[in-house]
């Protein structure tokens, strides 16, 4: 255990039988009351905001998380399997953990996973991964009006929108959080 002091901005904490992210966390000392910490906190498995006061003197059980790159290895029904890069010990992470960005993951992409005591508590994909696009209408000569966008399919198989100029068989990378593209790699 650990006293109210000693928490900070992201940390993960063990708050009400639940884990929490620590998002925001403030000294005040109002007038002549007594200080305290307020704390804005997410809950890690719902996404609920958690707003409460902590005394300075109060405990609380700041939780042991172990964050990893892992290799993803496969699709497994409703869990993705990874593969420690270290130790080759496989563990399978709930599609769940990973939200929507869990479209642009292909196999052998490295992916950030945090444990808590052997539990899975959280995933995430790089910011932007390099994509191969597999299926796309032809650009028309002339068809170079500024900013204009196309649809165009993925090697994951998911759907984006591109510049004109970009052809089948071109590699782009991908913001994983909004599904915009970026760039094209060379």
Do not use: C, W
Not at 16 to 44: C, D, K, S, W
Not at 79 to 102: C, E, H, R
Request: glycine fraction near 6%; proline fraction near 3%.
């Amino acid at each position: 255990m650990s006293k109210a002091s000693e928490v900070k901005s992201g940390n993960i904490l063990r708050f009400n039988g639940e884990l929490v992210t620590v998002e925001e966390y403030i000294h005040r000392t109002p007038g002549n009351l007594r200080a305290f910490y307020q704390a804005r906190m997410r809950n890690v498995r719902t996404g609920k905001l958690v707003e409460y006061r902590f005394r300075t003197d109060e405990e609380v059980e700041i939780a042991r998380v172990e964050t990893n790159d892992y290799q993803y290895l496969y699709d497994d029904a409703d869990f993705f399997v990874v593969m420690d890069n270290n130790t080759y010990d496989q563990f399978n992470i709930p599609k769940s953990l990973f939200g929507d960005a869990a479209r642009f993951l292909k196999e052998g992409m490295n992916v950030l996973v945090a444990f808590e005591s052997e539990e899975p508590i959280m995933a995430s994909l790089p910011a932007s991964v390099e994509l191969e696009i597999t299926y796309t209408e032809p650009a028309v000569k002339g068809d170079t009006s500024t900013n204009a966008l196309k649809n165009a399919t993925v090697e994951t198989g998911v759907e984006i929108r591109v510049p004109l100029f970009i052809n089948q068989g071109d590699k782009v990378k991908v913001d994983t959080r909004t599904g915009d593209y970026i760039e094209r790699v060379k």
